[in-house]
Protein backbone atom coordinates (compact mmCIF):
# COMPACT_ATOMS: atom_id res chain seq x y z
CA UNK A 1 0.00 0.00 0.00
CA UNK A 2 1.15 3.26 -0.84
CA UNK A 3 1.81 5.66 2.37
CA UNK A 4 1.56 9.02 -0.11
CA UNK A 5 -2.00 10.08 0.84
CA UNK A 6 -3.39 13.09 -0.73
CA UNK A 7 -5.01 15.39 1.60
CA UNK A 8 -6.80 17.36 -1.40
CA UNK A 9 -9.07 14.68 -1.46
CA UNK A 10 -11.97 13.59 0.20
CA UNK A 11 -10.82 10.78 1.35
CA UNK A 12 -12.33 7.03 0.57
CA UNK A 13 -15.23 5.65 3.12
CA UNK A 14 -13.92 1.96 3.36
CA UNK A 15 -16.90 -0.53 3.57
CA UNK A 16 -16.18 -1.41 6.83
CA UNK A 17 -16.60 2.28 8.59
CA UNK A 18 -19.86 2.84 10.21
CA UNK A 19 -21.08 6.53 9.50
CA UNK A 20 -24.12 8.01 11.07
CA UNK A 21 -27.18 8.11 8.24
CA UNK A 22 -26.79 11.87 7.54
CA UNK A 23 -29.27 13.13 5.12
CA UNK A 24 -26.94 15.63 3.07
CA UNK A 25 -29.51 18.50 1.39
CA UNK A 26 -30.27 18.87 -2.08
CA UNK A 27 -28.01 20.45 -4.32
CA UNK A 28 -24.75 20.40 -2.30
CA UNK A 29 -21.69 18.75 -3.38
CA UNK A 30 -19.41 15.73 -1.28
CA UNK A 31 -17.68 18.74 -0.02
CA UNK A 32 -21.31 19.79 1.97
CA UNK A 33 -20.11 23.08 1.53
CA UNK A 34 -22.94 26.00 1.18
CA UNK A 35 -21.69 28.33 -1.97
CA UNK A 36 -22.90 31.30 0.70
CA UNK A 37 -23.29 31.96 4.01
CA UNK A 38 -27.04 32.56 4.32
CA UNK A 39 -28.43 35.68 5.32
CA UNK A 40 -29.68 36.17 8.97
CA UNK A 41 -32.91 38.41 10.63
CA UNK A 42 -32.70 41.22 12.89
CA UNK A 43 -33.53 38.94 15.93
CA UNK A 44 -31.09 36.35 14.87
CA UNK A 45 -28.48 39.02 14.91
CA UNK A 46 -29.55 40.14 17.95
CA UNK A 47 -29.50 36.22 19.66
CA UNK A 48 -25.44 36.55 18.06
CA UNK A 49 -24.86 39.65 20.17
CA UNK A 50 -26.67 38.67 23.19
CA UNK A 51 -24.30 35.34 23.53
CA UNK A 52 -21.45 36.99 23.13
CA UNK A 53 -22.55 39.09 25.86
CA UNK A 54 -23.29 36.72 27.95
CA UNK A 55 -20.53 34.68 27.44
CA UNK A 56 -17.80 37.51 27.76
CA UNK A 57 -18.92 38.27 30.99
CA UNK A 58 -17.05 35.16 31.73
CA UNK A 59 -14.03 34.51 29.81
CA UNK A 60 -11.59 36.35 31.69
CA UNK A 61 -10.35 34.17 34.81
CA UNK A 62 -11.84 31.14 32.72
CA UNK A 63 -10.69 31.40 28.62
CA UNK A 64 -7.18 30.97 28.17
CA UNK A 65 -4.60 33.30 27.34
CA UNK A 66 -4.46 32.35 23.42
CA UNK A 67 -8.20 32.33 23.06
CA UNK A 68 -8.58 35.86 24.41
CA UNK A 69 -5.57 36.42 22.28
CA UNK A 70 -7.33 35.12 19.13
CA UNK A 71 -10.49 37.17 20.58
CA UNK A 72 -9.00 40.65 20.22
CA UNK A 73 -7.54 40.18 16.61
CA UNK A 74 -10.52 38.89 14.78
CA UNK A 75 -12.99 41.41 15.69
CA UNK A 76 -16.56 39.22 16.58
CA UNK A 77 -18.55 42.05 17.86
CA UNK A 78 -19.17 44.01 14.81
CA UNK A 79 -23.06 43.64 15.57
CA UNK A 80 -24.65 40.59 14.70
CA UNK A 81 -23.44 37.32 13.10
CA UNK A 82 -19.92 37.51 11.57
CA UNK A 83 -19.48 37.65 7.62
CA UNK A 84 -17.36 34.37 7.18
CA UNK A 85 -15.51 35.99 4.13
CA UNK A 86 -14.29 38.93 6.43
CA UNK A 87 -13.55 36.56 9.23
CA UNK A 88 -11.84 34.28 7.02
CA UNK A 89 -9.95 36.80 5.44
CA UNK A 90 -8.06 38.20 8.71
CA UNK A 91 -7.61 34.44 9.58
CA UNK A 92 -6.45 33.64 6.55
CA UNK A 93 -3.25 36.18 6.99
CA UNK A 94 -2.32 34.77 10.11
CA UNK A 95 -2.67 31.10 10.42
CA UNK A 96 -3.86 29.94 6.87
CA UNK A 97 -7.48 29.02 7.97
CA UNK A 98 -10.60 29.80 6.81
CA UNK A 99 -14.21 29.48 7.67
CA UNK A 100 -16.69 27.85 5.71
CA UNK A 101 -20.72 26.99 5.51
CA UNK A 102 -22.34 23.93 6.09
CA UNK A 103 -25.80 23.11 6.57
CA UNK A 104 -25.66 20.90 9.94
CA UNK A 105 -23.30 18.42 11.26
CA UNK A 106 -21.46 16.71 8.49
CA UNK A 107 -19.78 12.88 7.93
CA UNK A 108 -16.47 12.46 9.92
CA UNK A 109 -14.44 11.69 6.62
CA UNK A 110 -15.93 15.06 4.82
CA UNK A 111 -14.63 16.97 8.27
CA UNK A 112 -11.56 15.80 7.86
CA UNK A 113 -10.45 16.95 4.80
CA UNK A 114 -11.75 20.23 5.42
CA UNK A 115 -9.32 20.50 8.52
CA UNK A 116 -6.55 18.81 6.91
CA UNK A 117 -6.95 21.76 4.40
CA UNK A 118 -7.25 23.88 6.75
CA UNK A 119 -10.96 25.17 6.26
CA UNK A 120 -12.78 24.90 9.10
CA UNK A 121 -16.84 24.00 8.57
CA UNK A 122 -19.44 26.39 10.69
CA UNK A 123 -22.63 25.69 11.00
CA UNK A 124 -24.85 27.72 8.73
CA UNK A 125 -27.90 28.52 11.48
CA UNK A 126 -28.13 30.18 14.79
CA UNK A 127 -29.94 28.90 17.64
CA UNK A 128 -33.36 30.24 18.64
CA UNK A 129 -34.20 32.12 21.80
CA UNK A 130 -35.57 28.87 22.91
CA UNK A 131 -32.37 27.17 22.55
CA UNK A 132 -30.86 29.84 24.18
CA UNK A 133 -29.26 28.02 27.02
CA UNK A 134 -28.17 24.53 25.13
CA UNK A 135 -28.48 23.30 21.78
CA UNK A 136 -26.94 20.09 21.09
CA UNK A 137 -25.99 20.37 17.42
CA UNK A 138 -23.24 22.72 16.62
CA UNK A 139 -24.64 26.66 15.54
CA UNK A 140 -22.67 29.41 14.23
CA UNK A 141 -22.52 30.85 17.54
CA UNK A 142 -20.57 27.49 19.25
CA UNK A 143 -18.69 27.53 15.75
CA UNK A 144 -17.07 30.51 15.42
CA UNK A 145 -17.10 31.83 18.72
CA UNK A 146 -15.90 29.08 19.98
CA UNK A 147 -13.59 27.78 17.85
CA UNK A 148 -12.27 30.29 15.56
CA UNK A 149 -10.40 32.55 18.05
CA UNK A 150 -7.85 29.78 19.03
CA UNK A 151 -7.35 29.21 15.32
CA UNK A 152 -4.93 32.38 15.26
CA UNK A 153 -2.53 30.25 17.60
CA UNK A 154 -0.14 28.89 15.04
CA UNK A 155 0.88 26.07 17.27
CA UNK A 156 -3.12 25.17 17.69
CA UNK A 157 -3.91 25.73 14.16
CA UNK A 158 -1.39 23.47 13.32
CA UNK A 159 -2.67 20.43 16.01
CA UNK A 160 -6.50 21.40 13.84
CA UNK A 161 -4.86 20.56 10.51
CA UNK A 162 -2.14 17.26 11.71
CA UNK A 163 -6.22 16.36 13.53
CA UNK A 164 -7.87 16.14 9.68
CA UNK A 165 -4.98 14.27 8.37
CA UNK A 166 -4.78 12.27 11.52
CA UNK A 167 -8.43 10.58 10.20
CA UNK A 168 -7.22 9.46 7.11
CA UNK A 169 -5.34 6.64 9.45
CA UNK A 170 -8.66 6.23 11.58
CA UNK A 171 -10.32 5.38 8.64
CA UNK A 172 -8.29 2.96 7.45
CA UNK A 173 -7.72 1.55 10.90
CA UNK A 174 -11.81 1.80 11.53
CA UNK A 175 -10.90 4.04 14.77
CA UNK A 176 -13.02 6.52 14.29
CA UNK A 177 -14.71 6.46 17.36
CA UNK A 178 -10.95 6.73 19.34
CA UNK A 179 -10.06 9.89 16.89
CA UNK A 180 -13.42 11.74 18.20
CA UNK A 181 -12.97 11.12 21.65
CA UNK A 182 -9.29 12.70 21.07
CA UNK A 183 -11.11 15.72 19.56
CA UNK A 184 -13.88 15.55 22.23
CA UNK A 185 -11.33 15.81 24.98
CA UNK A 186 -9.11 18.58 23.59
CA UNK A 187 -10.69 20.39 20.62
CA UNK A 188 -14.40 20.47 22.50
CA UNK A 189 -13.40 20.03 26.42
CA UNK A 190 -9.77 20.65 27.09
CA UNK A 191 -8.41 22.08 30.00
CA UNK A 192 -4.64 24.05 30.11
CA UNK A 193 -2.66 24.77 32.81
CA UNK A 194 -1.00 28.53 32.98
CA UNK A 195 0.39 30.52 35.40
CA UNK A 196 -2.81 31.82 36.63
CA UNK A 197 -4.16 28.31 36.87
CA UNK A 198 -6.69 26.05 34.98
CA UNK A 199 -8.33 27.74 32.01
CA UNK A 200 -10.28 26.64 29.37
CA UNK A 201 -9.96 25.89 25.96
CA UNK A 202 -12.55 23.77 24.54
CA UNK A 203 -14.82 24.98 22.37
CA UNK A 204 -17.79 22.77 23.85
CA UNK A 205 -16.89 24.63 26.96
CA UNK A 206 -16.47 28.24 26.08
CA UNK A 207 -19.76 28.85 23.76
CA UNK A 208 -21.86 27.97 26.95
CA UNK A 209 -21.87 29.65 30.73
CA UNK A 210 -22.83 27.03 32.69
CA UNK A 211 -19.90 24.37 31.80
CA UNK A 212 -17.40 27.60 31.51
CA UNK A 213 -17.64 27.71 35.68
CA UNK A 214 -18.08 24.20 36.10
CA UNK A 215 -15.36 23.16 34.47
CA UNK A 216 -12.90 25.31 36.11
CA UNK A 217 -14.79 25.85 39.74
CA UNK A 218 -16.77 22.69 40.13
CA UNK A 219 -16.33 19.87 42.53
CA UNK A 220 -17.45 17.17 40.98
CA UNK A 221 -15.85 16.77 37.48
CA UNK A 222 -11.85 15.12 37.47
CA UNK A 223 -8.87 16.87 36.22
CA UNK A 224 -6.61 14.82 34.52
CA UNK A 225 -3.59 15.25 32.54
CA UNK A 226 -3.96 14.35 28.87
CA UNK A 227 -2.46 11.04 28.10
CA UNK A 228 -3.40 10.10 24.16
CA UNK A 229 -3.63 6.59 25.50
CA UNK A 230 -6.20 7.02 27.79
CA UNK A 231 -8.12 9.52 26.26
CA UNK A 232 -8.41 7.52 23.24
CA UNK A 233 -10.25 4.44 25.20
CA UNK A 234 -12.52 6.82 27.52
CA UNK A 235 -15.98 7.11 26.96
CA UNK A 236 -17.64 10.53 26.78
CA UNK A 237 -20.60 12.27 27.52
CA UNK A 238 -22.52 13.99 24.60
CA UNK A 239 -25.67 15.92 26.04
CA UNK A 240 -24.44 16.99 29.62
CA UNK A 241 -22.09 18.60 31.43
CA UNK A 242 -18.52 16.36 31.38
CA UNK A 243 -17.08 13.79 34.37
CA UNK A 244 -13.88 14.29 33.15
CA UNK A 245 -11.83 16.74 31.99
CA UNK A 246 -8.10 16.51 30.33
CA UNK A 247 -5.39 19.09 30.34
CA UNK A 248 -2.82 20.14 28.85
CA UNK A 249 0.31 22.13 29.60
CA UNK A 250 0.74 23.96 26.19
CA UNK A 251 -0.24 23.79 23.08
CA UNK A 252 3.17 22.49 21.76
CA UNK A 253 2.65 19.64 24.26
CA UNK A 254 -0.60 18.75 22.49
CA UNK A 255 1.13 18.94 19.21
CA UNK A 256 3.60 16.68 20.18
CA UNK A 257 1.65 14.35 22.46
CA UNK A 258 -0.48 13.65 19.00
CA UNK A 259 1.73 14.62 15.42
CA UNK A 260 4.62 12.27 16.77
CA UNK A 261 2.99 9.24 17.88
CA UNK A 262 1.39 8.07 14.92
CA UNK A 263 -1.28 6.13 16.51
CA UNK A 264 -1.14 3.01 15.10
CA UNK A 265 0.13 1.11 18.40
CA UNK A 266 -3.35 2.84 20.05
CA UNK A 267 -5.07 1.46 17.17
CA UNK A 268 -4.12 -2.16 16.70
CA UNK A 269 -4.55 -2.40 20.71
CA UNK A 270 -7.67 -1.21 21.22
CA UNK A 271 -10.55 -3.12 22.05
CA UNK A 272 -14.02 -2.47 20.07
CA UNK A 273 -15.81 -0.57 22.96
CA UNK A 274 -14.07 2.29 25.35
CA UNK A 275 -12.59 1.03 28.10
CA UNK A 276 -12.86 3.73 30.51
CA UNK A 277 -15.66 4.74 32.26
CA UNK A 278 -16.14 8.79 31.78
CA UNK A 279 -16.24 8.85 35.36
CA UNK A 280 -13.16 6.87 36.11
CA UNK A 281 -9.93 8.00 37.62
CA UNK A 282 -7.08 5.28 37.05
CA UNK A 283 -3.60 4.40 39.07
CA UNK A 284 -1.82 5.63 36.27
CA UNK A 285 -3.38 9.17 35.62
CA UNK A 286 -2.18 11.87 37.03
CA UNK A 287 -4.74 13.66 38.71
CA UNK A 288 -4.94 17.28 39.23
CA UNK A 289 -8.41 17.41 40.64
CA UNK A 290 -10.16 13.84 41.73
CA UNK A 291 -13.77 15.39 40.89
CA UNK A 292 -17.01 13.90 43.71
CA UNK A 293 -19.08 13.12 40.97
CA UNK A 294 -22.04 14.74 42.94
CA UNK A 295 -23.39 16.17 39.85
CA UNK A 296 -23.41 12.44 37.44
CA UNK A 297 -24.43 10.69 40.66
CA UNK A 298 -27.46 13.30 41.20
CA UNK A 299 -28.67 12.43 37.45
CA UNK A 300 -27.05 15.37 35.54
CA UNK A 301 -29.53 17.75 33.51
CA UNK A 302 -32.11 15.03 32.98
CA UNK A 303 -32.53 15.21 36.91
CA UNK A 304 -31.79 18.97 37.56
CA UNK A 305 -29.00 18.39 39.54
CA UNK A 306 -27.33 21.24 40.29
CA UNK A 307 -23.92 22.00 38.51
CA UNK A 308 -21.50 21.75 40.98
CO1 LIG B 1 -17.46 22.12 18.16
Not at 15 to 30: F, I, R
Not at 112 to 122: D, E, G, K, M, S
Not at 249 to 278: D, V
Request: charged letters at 25%.
Amino acid sequence: MSNQLDYTRIPPLPASVYVAPLKKPAGLGDDWLEPVQRSYTAEEHRIWDDLYERQMKLMPGHACREFMHGLDRLDLHRGGVPDFNQVSEELRSLTGWTVVPVPMLIPDHVFYYHLANRRFPAGNFIRTREQFDYIQEPDVFHDVFGHVPLLTDPVFAEYMEAYGRAGWKALRYNRLKALSALYWYTVEFGLILEEGGMRIYGAGILSGPTETVFSIEGGSPNRIHLNVDRVMRTDYTISDLQATYFVIESFRELFHMTEQRGFEPIYESLAPAFQYAKTAALDTDHIYHRGTQEYELRGGRGSGARPV
